[in-house]
């Protein structure tokens, strides 16, 4: 904040074309704020701001780590879970079959909506107009109304119990709507020589969908594959009541013995007993761990994308 | 042969874009056809506008969640609105490229930490610092709203961003040349120009909060009644259904499934104001 001129010239040699219009010198600067009290006022608002959310998320952190990391301890990543090691590691498996679960059906159920909306249905149909608005709808509905559903649908009506395959099912709903838009958007970005290409040389669609069109845009795809990773990891209100609160990894996909808590469940059933804090702390360090690598990911795929663009 | 192929992935295709349909409708229809016969039974009036919930004694009135449902996300949006698009000023007229480079991951991962995991945070950290200043137990309507607006935060200063980039520079630079310094022209010429976006921001935040769950219940103190003050304990409609659904039966079931209801139909008014929103700017 002190050398305002410094971050101007840092900035012009990022050659970001605005920052070459407003290069005013630091005492240029003071002059000006003592002309527009407003203009300081403003612009020490988003600076504290700015902290406020940055600070916010540094705190949380540390805040998570300092507390976890202690009690990250062997008896936590025993392959039994006790109600004395109250052990994680059963549900950080949970988790990722839960998440390689929920992408094998959603993922290419998502995917495929998209190629229809994109290579195969006709402008401005009807059809097309109701799809939207549902996917709308699906991503706008709140988890805990995901779960509810689940929660009556499968364990009530088909009797599944709490199983693990409720879970998947009612968090498939929930991600599908993600897939298919960031896949519809990466279907858009081919351009369409590709598909005229294709076509030219005597392909037919299928065959240019899945051999041209679908490969070009599997980053695309890939960031919106990430992102679904994200939500089903950080999910909860939509799993406690359709795959509940089981600590061990489940002997079957529906029925007794087939209830499965995820990382998140988990973790919500300790902080909520009161009586290991400690332990949730710890998972709550592996949580983060798990979203800092998800976002990594992410990061490098857009970047990818980027660099292919330019 | 391959038109018979080509057919038969053309409705694979079809059938898939369909399941989203199949979703919306089978949601709708298990929640409505067992909530609104419900809220029937127990009656319209006395399901929306009673004030005592006391299933036990078969008293069902969800006035009280849906006040405490909307004061929280009131408070989410005073808290987290201002601060996140500022913030989102910040990021996109005064952040030098550097520090971009660890900011803008910073929001994502804000974006990404499980609502549990605030929850979490929120019990451990604000409940404690709430008690200490107001005393009571520090679980209240003022700590789950506060928790909230740290939540929706990414969810506004992505937005604002994004539409904070797609006004036009020259917007920021017309202003700087007839005199303007830094601040106003982002503030009177650039910000304005945004305010569809902005206004779309808010809406993204509004649905993030009152569709929260976890964090919430963890934090708001749970209590059924209108809340006095603004450090009440207070229940949202979110709350009710994941404190009560693991062992409800028979009407006391119906009534929180016909609350699901309710804030399905708050959520849908929310979309369509989303919607218009984007059909105007289009």
């Known amino acids: 904040m002190t050398d305002t001129a410094d971050n101007s010239v840092m900035k012009a040699e990022n050659s970001a074309p605005e920052n070459y219009i407003n290069r005013v010198s630091f005492t240029a600067r003071l002059k000006q704020y003592a002309r527009s009290p407003l203009s300081l006022i403003l612009m020490i608002l988003v600076m504290l701001s700015a902290l406020f959310a940055v600070g916010m998320l540094v705190f949380i952190i540390i805040y998570i780590l300092v507390n976890g990391i202690p009690h990250l301890s062997a008896e936590q990543f025993s392959w039994e879970y006790t109600t004395e090691n109250v052990s994680m590691l059963p549900a950080i498996i949970n988790t990722l079959l839960m998440t390689a679960m929920t992408l094998l059906l959603a993922v290419p159920v998502g995917i495929f909506a998209a190629v229809y909306l994109v290579e195969y249905a006709k402008r401005g149909s009807k059809l097309v107009k109701v799809i939207r608005v549902a996917t709308e709808t699906l991503s706008g509905i709140p988890s805990i109304v995901f779960g509810l559903f689940g929660f009556l649908m499968f364990n009530i009506q088909l009797k599944w119990q709490y199983s693990i395959l409720a879970g998947v099912i009612t968090l498939s709903m929930m991600i599908l709507p993600l897939i298919i838009r960031t896949t519809e958007e990466a279907l858009l970005a081919v351009p369409d020589s ?51 609160t089981g600590h061990n990894i489940p002997k079957a996909l529906i029925g007794s013995g087939s209830s499965a808590s995820t990382l998140t469940v988990h973790m919500y059933i300790l902080s909520n007993e009161g009586l290991h804090t400690n332990e949730a702390f710890a998972s709550a360090v592996v949580l983060l761990g798990l979203t800092f690598i998800i976002n990594l990911i992410s990061d490098m795929v857009e970047r990818h994308i980027a660099k292919k663009k330019g | 042969m391959q038109k018979v192929k080509e057919k038969l992935m053309r409705t694979v295709f079809l059938i898939c874009a369909c399941v989203s349909i199949l979703a919306v409708v089978l949601i709708c229809v298990y929640l409505f056809a067992t909530g609104v016969p419900a809220m029937k039974e127990i009656g319209f009036t ?89 005393g009571g137990s520090g679980k209240s309507l003022l700590t789950a709203g506060i928790l909230l607006g740290i939540m929706i935060l990414p969810t506004v200063i992505k937005t604002t961003e994004a539409s904070l980039n797609a006004v036009p520079k020259s917007y920021y630079e017309g202003s700087l040349a007839l005199g303007a310094t830094h601040e106003r022209s982002v503030f009177f010429a650039s910000l304005p120009a945004a305010k569809s976006g902005i206004l779309a921001a808010i809406i993204l935040g509004v649905g993030r909060a009152i569709g929260e769950t976890m964090a919430v219940v963890m934090v708001a103190g749970n209590q059924t009644i209108l809340p006095e003050s603004i450090t009440s304990g207070i229940r949202t409609m979110t709350s009710n259904i994941v404190m009560e659904m693991g062992y409800a039966t028979g009407l006391h079931q119906e009534a929180l499934i016909a609350t699901a209801v309710v804030l399905f139909v708050f959520i849908l008014i929310i979309n369509l104001c989303f919607s218009a929103l984007k059909r105007r700017k289009d």
Not at chain 1, 204 to 228: D, E
Not at chain 2, 85 to 106: D, G, N, Q, S, T
């Open chain 1, 194 to 244: 590709y598909r005229e290409g294709s076509f030219g040389l005597g392909a037919g669609k299928m065959r240019t969908v899945f051999r041209v069109i679908l490969p070009t845009a599997v980053p695309g795809i890939m960031s919106g594959v990430i992102l679904a990773i994200g939500r089903i990891v950080g999910e909860s209100a939509a799993l406690i009541f359709t795959s509940g």
């Open chain 2, 46 to 134: 006395d399901f929306l506008f009673g004030q005592k919930w006391k299933p036990s004694s078969g008293y069902f009135g969800i006035f009280p969640m849906i006040i405490g449902s909307i004061l929280v996300t009131g408070i989410a949006v005073v808290v987290g609105v201002p601060a996140g698009i500022l913030c989102a000023v910040f990021m996109a007229h005064y952040c030098p490229a550097w520090l971009y480079r660890f900011v803008k991951p910073a929001v994502n991962l804000l974006a990404g930490i499980p609502s549990i995991v605030y929850g979490f945070f929120g019990l451990m950290v604000i409940v404690p610092f709430m008690k200490n200043l107001f």
